[in-house]
Every structure is written in structure tokens, then in C-alpha cells.
């Protein structure tokens, strides 16, 4: 029997398989780009004998962080010169699969890192919802897909594992528990900025009708997770337990903080901008009509993403094989049933530009 190592929440499937199944992020992360590349052009460098700071804040296996960073850097050296030092500071919960953001800078074609000898990545093994890095050390901040996870669970939610689909008290948990979180993670950068430093984050957000767009996808998940309770795969308290510490916010929410004074903690908004996020699973299947892999490419999205985070339900007596086998399960299951009725997925994304000035 192998050795149980809990997965912790909001973790990503390991051994490289979120690098290889999140296309979805993958594309949200591409439409935010430009935004980075605005932000990396407006930072204040300060004194050329000090090194510039990049953050990436969520990095999990770092394969999306590559080409936003790729572009901020290229932004950089157009105004810093080639030989100016650049560290890379890659953060993630400590159980992230480092080892594989590790092996995708050194080798992946698209490595910011090949090509610039002046560039120094490394990586930071601490929860965003602690302080990172040292007071007024960051020149710029990237953050996607990544502070949609909130710091705690703060209740169960009955019948589903998606807090899109609690209603009165519990939501209202959840909108507060989200907007205390957004409120701690703001703070905390906004101490890591230098002044004239810039942070993007990148978010999951509502689509036109006011939905994650995914719910379909969920609806199914938990469809699976009913039947594994049926057939004795899990039980009832192990399903009642699996929550998603993860939460969508609405535009609204994003600028909350900002609201009152125009600024929160230093920092001000300079874009809050939300865009249709294409799905090119869905892409792919108006093309070829090929169900069966529609179906695979959702599940796995599904499974490198938020499966670890519902095995943490697991029992304690639950061995490595049989969280492997809980995977298998819920994707194969989840698989099926998209076969059965493919659904649209209309995501959309949103990009927040942060910019700490200068005190007048
Ligand atoms: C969906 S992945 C996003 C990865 C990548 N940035 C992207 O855009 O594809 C979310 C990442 O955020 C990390 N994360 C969640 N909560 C965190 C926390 N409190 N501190 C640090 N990282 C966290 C997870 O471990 C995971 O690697």
C-alpha cells in the first residue's frame, strides 16, 4: 500500500497533467497578456545597480506563466538594456508539483529563462495569504487563475460542491469569506510593491448571464459524485465534505475595495477589463463533431484542476491507491456523461490592473 500524502486545497493534479489539461487558463491567460505587457512598460525601474522583481503569484507547473512572462520581460529590456538582473519569484501552497515548473524553465521552447542569461528564476513555497517577499521589493506582480481559491472553506454547502450553487445564508458566507480574502490578498501585495510597481491579476468571471459558465460542467461532476455515493465509492460524509474552496467574484466584487477612496492600501485601479474566454475544446468539436473527445478534454480539465482539492474529503484511512482510484472514477464517469449531452461552455475572463504611485 503506498504512503497517503493529503493533497492539499486548491492544489493542482500533479506530475506535470495541470501543465498538460488546463487549456482553458491557457487561454484566458493569452487574452491578459497585453495588460502585462502595458503594466511591465509602466513600472518605475528605479536605480540601474538594482535588480528588477517579477512575482507570479499561483504559478502551479508554471507552463502558463510562460508566455506572460516571456512578454513582460521582452517589455522590460526594451527600456532596461539587456544586462540588467531580472529575478523571477514563481509562488505557490508548498505541496505544488515545483518539480515540474522547475523542468518546463529549464527546457520548454516557450521558457522565458532560455535566451536570457540575466534572468533568474526561483520559486517561493508560501500561501499568497502571507506575506511573500520583503516590503517594497516587487517592481511587477502576475497573478492568473490563482486568487479565485479562497484562504478557507467557510461552511458546507448541501447537494453540491460549488458554492455558484448555494443560495441565502451560505452564500452570503461565501461572498464574505471572498471578499475578505480579496481584501487580505490586496493588502499583502500592495506591502511587496514598490512604489510605481504594477500587479495584474487575472480571474475567472461571470459571463453575460451572469453564470462562471461552467455550471453545466459542475452540475455533472456532481452528478458522478451521487452515484460513487450509490455504489459505495465514497461515502455520504466524505461527499458532504467535498467543497471547492473556490469562488468566481463578479466585477463588482473585484472593485469593492476601490470604492470607498479611490484606492485601497497604496493601490489604485488602472483597467478592470472582462472578455468572452473561447473554450478551444468546443472549438475543436464544431470542427470535427467528435463527441468522445470534447468529453476527454473536459474531464481532464476537470480533474487537473479541482479533483485534488475534493480527495482532500478523503478519509485519513484512505490509501494513495485509493485516491488514485477516486480520480479515475469521477473523470471516467464525468467523461460518459458529457459524451451523452456535450455542454457549451461559455467562460468569460477578467484582467484587474493595480498600479501602487508614488505618495503625492
Ligand atoms: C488554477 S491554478 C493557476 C495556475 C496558473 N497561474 C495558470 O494560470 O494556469 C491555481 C494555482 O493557485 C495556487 N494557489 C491556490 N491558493 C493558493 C494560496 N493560498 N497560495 C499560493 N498559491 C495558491 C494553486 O496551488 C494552483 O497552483
Known amino acids: 500500500m503506498s504512503e497517503r500524502v493529503p493533497p492539499p486545497h486548491g492544489v493542482m493534479e500533479g506530475k506535470g497533467a495541470y501543465n498538460k489539461h488546463a ?34 503569484y499561483g504559478s502551479s507547473q508554471g507552463k502558463n506563466s510562460l508566455t506572460p512572462l516571456r512578454a513582460a520581460i521582452g517589455t522590460m529590456r526594451s527600456f532596461l538594456g539587456p544586462n540588467r538582473p531580472i529575478l523571477v519569484f514563481h509562488v505557490d501552497q508548498p505541496a505544488n508539483d515545483f518539480n515540474t515548473l522547475f523542468e518546463v524553465l529549464e527546457s520548454d521552447t516557450d521558457s522565458y529563462a532560455l535566451n536570457d542569461t540575466h534572468v533568474f528564476p526561483s520559486a517561493i513555497g508560501r500561501s499568497f495569504y502571507e506575506q511573500v517577499l520583503p516590503c517594497d521589493h516587487v517592481h ?11 484562504s478557507r472553506i467557510p461552511v458546507p454547502i448541501p447537494d453540491h460542491f460549488h458554492s455558484s450553487r448555494s443560495t441565502g445564508a451560505i452564500r452570503t458566507e461565501f461572498e464574505r469569506q471572498a471578499a475578505g480574502d480579496w481584501e487580505a490578498f490586496l493588502a499583502l501585495r500592495a506591502a511587496e510593491l514598490r512604489s510605481g510597481g504594477r500587479l495584474v491579476v487575472v480571474l475567472p468571471a461571470h459571463n453575460d448571464r451572469g453564470s462562471p459558465g461552467f455550471m453545466n460542467l459542475m452540475d455533472h461532476a456532481n452528478a458522478v459524485l451521487a452515484e460513487m455515493v450509490a455504489e459505495g465509492a465514497i461515502s455520504i460524509g466524505e461527499r458532504e465534505r467535498m467543497i471547492l474552496g473556490s469562488y468566481s467574484r463578479k466585477r463588482s466584487e473585484l472593485l469593492a475595495p476601490f470604492a470607498r477612496a479611490g484606492h485601497f492600501h497604496g493601490l489604485s485601479v488602472e483597467a478592470c477589463e472582462m472578455f468572452a474566454n473561447p473554450d478551444s475544446a468546443w472549438e475543436d468539436f464544431e470542427r470535427d463533431g467528435n463527441k468522445e473527445a470534447l468529453a476527454a478534454k473536459h474531464a481532464s480539465f476537470f480533474r487537473s484542476t479541482f479533483v485534488p482539492s475534493l480527495a482532500t474529503a478523503l478519509g485519513p484511512t484512505r490509501s494513495g491507491e485509493e485516491l488514485g482510484a477516486f480520480g479515475n472514477r469521477l473523470e471516467v464517469g464525468l467523461k460518459d456523461r458529457l459524451a451523452q449531452q456535450p455542454p457549451a461552455i461559455e467562460l468569460a475572463v477578467q484582467a484587474i490592473v493595480l498600479a501602487k504611485l508614488p505618495a503625492a
Request: proline share 7%.
Open 23 to 56: 487549456r482553458i487558463q491557457a487561454s484566458g491567460v493569452s487574452l491578459a497578456v497585453p495588460f502585462l505587457e502595458s503594466a511591465a512598460r509602466r513600472i518605475i525601474p528605479g536605480p540601474a545597480d538594482q535588480s528588477i522583481v517579477i512575482v507570479d
Open 140 to 150: 511587477l506582480g502576475w497573478s492568473s487563475y490563482a486568487a479565485v481559491w479562497l
